[in-house]
């Protein structure tokens, strides 16, 4: 069963290289009090090594053979047959838990994940920085490259505003291709986010995220046409307090964060104007 062949349609790409899954171990420095979900475990080379630090392990995998390959090889291991976008970290565990899960922010995931998804993944990891305490995974190197991009450069972007406005990045090692079955026709990455203790609703995270994206939407134009070619096309930012007539790049997270709650106000402003 082992001999799976790879779905290109679930982005698969099996890590066999035992040095690097040692590598990822180290960085990863699972304890045995740590709650740990892995994302896209595959045939488990990296949930064997996982296991042999933390019991505390839960493998999220949509593939329907590979999940029952986990189940035979791992009998104790909690597995969950679905795609990792759809999953409601809150509903993991039970609710006197999630309490103190959210307190302390103990929740850990690790991964190597599709790189077909990696902006959808990060996205709900940032949704939900109130329950994760870090994150190590395995991405395309270009993204890392993005993810630690300085502020001007031709890799600043959507990532690295919002994942370094959550969390301190570090991009940990690069890895080549020959390490993967099928080999990737790109260098890949290992990255560890360690998630800053930011409180704030989803619904103003999911505001913020939509604005940077919404600001680079148009790189080369500058934010203000950006933005009025977006879903915030019919706000008028002129009293945000920001510079619109400079480019997305050149901005820092300070003016996007300006920009959502200017967008927030003039939605509850529209609200309230509608109710009278």
């Known amino acids: 069963m082992d001999n799976l062949k790879p779905l290109k349609r679930f982005g698969q790409n099996y890590l ?11 960085e990863i420095d699972p304890k ?8 896209g475990p595959g045939l488990g080379a990296l949930t064997n090594a996982l296991l042999q630090h933390t019991p505390d392990l839960t493998a999220v995998e949509i593939d329907k053979r590979a999940a029952a390959v986990l189940s035979k090889k791992f009998p104790a291991l909690n597995i969950i047959n679905r795609d990792f976008l759809t999953l409601d970290l809150n509903k993991l565990y039970p609710e ?13 995931i690790a991964g190597n994940i599709p790189y077909n998804i990696t902006s959808p993944v990060l ?22 490259k993005r993810i630690t991009a ?3 450069s031709k890799n600043y972007g959507i990532l690295t505003i919002l994942l ?6 570090k991009l940990s090692f690069k890895v080549s291709p020959n390490v993967f079955f099928p080999k990737p026709k790109v260098f890949s990455a290992v990255i560890h986010l360690y998630f800053k203790d930011i ?11 939509n604005i940077v994206k919404a600001a680079f939407g148009n790189r080369r134009k500058t934010i203000k046409n950006s933005l009025s070619n977006s879903i915030f096309g019919d706000i008028d930012f002129s009293g945000s307090g920001i510079d619109l007539s400079l480019r997305a790049e050149q901005h820092g997270i300070g003016s996007f964060l300006k ?3 200017f967008a927030k106000r003039k939605e509850v402003k529209n609200i309230v104007d509608g109710l009278l």
């Open 96 to 108: 006197n838990f999630r309490q103190g899960m959210k307190k302390n922010r103990i929740l850990r």
């Open 199 to 209: 409180s704030m609703e989803e619904n103003d995270k999911q505001l913020l995220i």
């Open 150 to 152: 300085e502020r001007g």
């Open 16 to 26: 066999k290289d035992p040095n690097i899954i040692g590598k990822i171990i180290k």
């Open 123 to 144: 996205f709900k990891l940032i949704l939900n920085n109130d329950l994760i305490r870090d994150s190590v995974l395995m991405v395309q190197y270009e993204v890392a």
């Open 259 to 261: 920009l959502a709650e």
């Open 164 to 169: 370094n406005f959550f969390s301190e990045t």
């Open 32 to 39: 045995s009090g740590d709650r740990l979900i892995e994302i």
